[in-house]
């Protein structure tokens, strides 16, 4: 790990490295004043910049978990003042580092509104509103740990991962539990979690803007930077919406190198009978299938399914619209361990050891919510001869299976009465009456007045496929397939979805009525 990051950084000296690992252990412990330790800066050190400190941390430190809450950076900020070039670096406005940028300026006006809220007596609602915007910023995290980390992994620098991810999940957690006080009416515990949530979430962005995200510009390319926009797309942005267009790609993006072995692979393939046209048929166990066929097939199965060979290696997800958590091509050939917050990584190693040494093929978990059950299972994957060749997982939102009663025997679409032989209706049940919404002939003829307060439930029971077609026009609409989807359903207005989704009110309405017609 430690030559393959420095592979990618210019020539760094590693003395220097040594003496700043030195002195900043000293005065950050107390055995030197800030001015001995800036002496020795000035005189041993000299002009440093922010990837000399990650790769400092990556080759010179060992890691724990907390190590990054642990690290002051107001110290740090003294003690390399003057020292390293701390400014912002001139990106373009579809960089994936600005918009990173952008929501820390975002949420950085949030916390300004806290510490002005918190003079006050508790008005819920002011708190809500607020609060309704901060439940937003996870998102960031979510993007940093699927799409930045990995890339920063394949240069050698795993500290993020090992732990970043964990002050992300401390910041996140801290909000959570904020909002989870102001709905109890918790107010004095309430008002005291602000501080602690502040000081974290302000803590940690400065540690992004400072060593994470200029070290990221050093050692991830522009292609791949280019690359890594349509992941954040799939994802979602905290507090706005970004619009992306595909570069088309071209011949001369291709190196030479890339044909040639495109050309080989081509041709191995042909000499053993194999093709690789749309149209080839490929042999599986049961039957004969296209590539195309194959990829259609995993991308509308009901269930999300991901798998990781025996290297312990990710290979493959399927991309459905209906995905319970996020994921980005990013996370392809990423370390497993990689992949799950730090907390749960020694749960992730046992279900491999065990099932790679043979004494379990089979672990599951479900997630039991009032409104939403979750269904999440691994199984060891074995060849014919008994080899272990990796890990399936499966997961299923079984909210709808576990809310089935009696049986259904006849055809029944979706929206639409179930009719038995005879003429008469029936419902889901023998003798009980449909309860699923109709979009009945009068509530075609007069379709609902849309306004802000419309909640958008309504609107789908309505128009069928107006949910359908919103995913399927702005990306962040996709989440209303997922299990959080439905959570934000149930009370989601136009107003609300408006601002969640980045589009805005008036947008979202225009949007509506030009596919309701």
């Known amino acids: 790990m430690v030559n393959k990051m420095k592979d990618y950084l210019p020539e760094i000296e590693m003395d220097k490295m040594k003496t700043l690992l030195d002195v900043e252990e000293r005065y950050e412990t107390g055995k030197i004043t800030l001015e001995e330790a800036r002496e020795i800066m000035r005189t041993k050190v000299g002009k440093i910049r922010p990837y000399h400190i990650a790769y400092m941390e990556q080759t010179l430190k060992d890691g724990a978990e907390d190590e990054c809450v642990r690290v002051d950076m107001r110290k740090v900020n003294e003690l390399l003042e003057g020292f ?6 001139e990106l373009p406005a579809d960089h994936p580092l600005t918009h990173y940028y952008k929501e820390n300026d975002e949420m950085r006006k949030l916390l300004l509104a806290a510490e002005d809220l918190v003079q006050y007596p508790v008005i819920k609602n002011q708190w809500l509103e607020l609060y309704d915007q901060f439940r937003q910023y996870p998102k960031h995290y979510h993007r940093k740990q699927n799409q930045l980390y990995p890339l920063l992994e394949k240069k050698g620098f795993d500290r993020p991962t090992t732990t970043m991810w964990n002050f992300d999940d401390i ?44 070290t990221s510009l050093a050692l991830i390319s522009p292609a791949e930077f280019e690359d890594m926009k349509s992941g954040d797309q799939e994802i979602g942005f905290a507090f706005f919406d970004v619009k992306h ?54 991308k509308h199965l009901p269930v999300d399914i991901s798998f990781v060979d025996e290297h312990e290696l990710v290979k493959f997800y399927s991309d459905t619209d209906h995905r319970i958590f996020p994921r980005s091509k990013n996370v392809i050939g990423r370390e497993v361990s990689n992949c799950h917050p730090r907390k749960s990584v020694h749960i992730v190693k046992e279900i491999v050891e065990k099932f790679r040494n043979g004494e379990q093929d089979k672990a599951e978990f479900w997630i039991n919510k009032p409104e939403v059950f979750l269904y999440i299972v691994y ?4 060849d014919d001869a008994g080899n272990f060749r990796g890990v399936l997982e499966m997961m299923q939102d079984c909210t709808h299976i576990r809310s089935l009663t009696g049986s259904q025997t006849l055809l029944t679409w979706a929206n639409q009465e179930q009719t038995s032989p005879t003429g008469n209706k029936k419902g889901n049940t023998p003798n009980a009456p449909d309860k699923s919404p109709n979009l009945t ?38 989440m209303l397939n997922s299990p959080l989807g439905k959570l934000i359903l149930k009370k989601a207005t136009i107003a609300s979805a408006g601002e969640r989704s980045g589009l805005g009110e008036e947008k979202l309405i225009a949007m509506i009525k030009e596919i309701v017609g």
Request: with cysteine; glycine share 2%; aromatic share 8%.
């Open 84 to 89: 390293m070039d701390t400014s912002r670096p």
């Open 441 to 478: 002939e009068e509530t075609a003829k007069k379709p609902i007045a849309i306004t802000s307060e419309t909640q958008l439930k309504d609107l789908f029971a309505a128009y069928p496929t107006l949910k359908k077609e919103l995913a399927a026009r702005y990306t962040p609409f996709k």
């Open 245 to 298: 267009e595909e570069t088309p790609k071209t011949a001369t993006t291709s190196t030479a190198d890339d044909s040639s072995f495109a050309a080989d692979v081509q041709a191995l393939l042909k000499k053993h009978g194999y093709s690789v046209g749309s149209d080839q048929e490929l042999d599986v166990t049961t039957g004969k299938l296209t590539l195309e066929q194959i990829n259609l097939i995993y």
């Open 171 to 214: 910041v996140r957690d801290e909000i959570k539990r904020c909002y989870q006080l102001l709905e109890d009416g918790k107010d004095d515990e309430f008002i005291a979690a602000q501080k602690e949530m502040i000081a974290l979430a302000r803590d940690l962005m400065d540690k992004e803007e400072r060593i994470l995200y200029p």
């Open 379 to 382: 199984f060891a994957v074995h």
